[in-house]
């Protein structure tokens, strides 16, 4: 992502559930650990000094087992849990220390909470449901019932605006939810665990909904999920929790080719790295010899030597692929006096976009040719080998 701007930041946040929170916060300091203070005096370091920013547009996966801060640290956000020490600051406004009336209006304006199970309104329509947020925000009927009907078009429901919740199957009310969520103009959104409770090709549609949707509306998304397979799908970052602190925070690409620890190590062992790995990535970077420009072959081969390589790319002034040349065919070429490498050229060469996903380039292995790997405007960006792919699919990091 570029021009990064913070939108959520997270200050050495502490959060200790029970009577006595300044005691127990005090022996926290002092380094007892975690489990010492629960024996000790029965008091719980639910998130134990976590620091951290969440930018403006990122969709944030906060992923952790069971009990080990998730919920309390996405609750401390919109202060549904108080700090116990620490700052919250959203837009550099600290929400831990702000008054009743600011935070109700921070909560209001700027903050939509998701949770897991949307909580339709029963008696009220698909589109009443939908322009619930905007009601208590204070928008006008006309204008909130014009952004409902905007928004249940975008989730394919134009045609159930009128009818109430138990009309529609499992699947269509989550999305009437996720609409409702969405149309609100909190710039925050907080998703704890919201698709958790569904079908697994329900929950799918649910991933890939959010995914088109956030697309289009760019909002700050701070979604809490247990597992690993939705984190990676969603996630531009994801930051693993335990016991109450934060392990890694990475892309879902650096988790699974760099995880830090044996405990993320664990939770990546049966990803499907192929899926998760982008194809640029691991390109290789090279310079390629350019149309029109390095004619010669004797410094072809040269380049080619100094790659270690049996195939060159060739780009145009451009500089886009244009083809391939072969070193056999350069030395053949040199010693039968020939010196025009354009001449020598193969045309058909496999490409690919470096966005794209390793299971969708292992195909073009078959080809055998290195494979061009470019950008989105069609820029050559580097070269993958057959080895590399399958190296990258195959070996778990150490
Ligand atoms: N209201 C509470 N009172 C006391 N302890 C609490 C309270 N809420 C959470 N905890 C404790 O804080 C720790 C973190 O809980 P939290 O609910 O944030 O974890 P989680 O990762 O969201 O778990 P889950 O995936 O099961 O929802 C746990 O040890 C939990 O027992």
Known sequence: MENLQPKVRIENLIKIYGENPRLALQMFREGKSRDHIRQAIGHVVGIANVSLTINQGELFVVMGLSGSGKSTLIRCINRLNDPTSGHIYIDDEDIAHVEEKRLREIRLLKISMVFQNFGLFPHKTVAENVEYGLKVRGTD????????????????????????????????????????????????????????????????????ELLRLQKQLHKTIVFISHDIHEALKLGDRIAVMKDGSIIQIATPEELVTNPTDDYIRAFIQDVNRAQVIKTGTIARQIVPLILGEDNDPSAALKQMLHYDCNDMYIVDRDGKPVGTVNRKTLETAISQGRDDISQL?????????????????????????????????????GVVEQSDVLVNILTMPN
């Open 141 to 208: 009927k006309t204008s909130r019932h014009q952004k409902a009907l905007e928004i249940l078009e975008t989730v394919g429901l134009t045609a159930w605006a009128s009818y109430l919740p138990a009309s529609l199957s499992g699947g269509m009310q989550q999305r009437v939810g996720l609409a409702r969520a969405l149309a609100t103009d909190a710039e925050i959104l907080l998703m704890d665990e919201p698709f958790s409770a569904l079908d697994p090709l329900i929950r799918r549609e649910m991933q890939e």
């Open 345 to 381: 050229m193969q045309t058909h060469f496999p490409q690919v976009n470096a966005s794209t996903r390793l299971e969708n380039t292992f195909h073009l292995c078959q080809q055998g040719l290195p494979i061009a790997v470019v950008d989105g405007e069609g820029f050559f960006k």
